[in-house]
């Protein structure tokens, strides 16, 4: 079983990610990310899709226009965990 991060784990692992913000329902993090059309940010979407889908760990999102917008949580874990911080991760690095 995926392990829950602890309060400590969390406040740690959110320090690298500044522009993640702690959600309660479902618990994990969101982003809003904001693209100079759609198709900056479907292009971006497919990009996560795929690491998405290698990682086995899959976003709950939405798009309107130019905006996509992300939540991680890891249901078998009942919140935040490892894998949605490694995500994040990996989708900021996508964004730069």
Do not use: C
């Amino acid at each position: 079983m995926i392990a829950r991060l602890d309060e400590e784990e969390r406040a740690l692992a959110l320090r690298d990610l500044p522009e993640w913000t702690p959600v309660q329902e479902p618990e994990g993090i969101r982003r809003l990310f904001i693209f100079k059309d759609f198709v900056g940010a479907f292009g971006f979407m497919t990009k996560v899709a795929l690491l998405a889908e290698r990682a086995d760990h899959h976003p709950e999102w939405s798009n309107v226009y130019n905006r996509v917008d992300i939540t991680l949580t890891t249901h078998d874990a009942g919140g935040l965990s490892r894998r949605d911080i490694d995500l994040a991760t990996q989708i900021d690095a996508i964004y730069s």
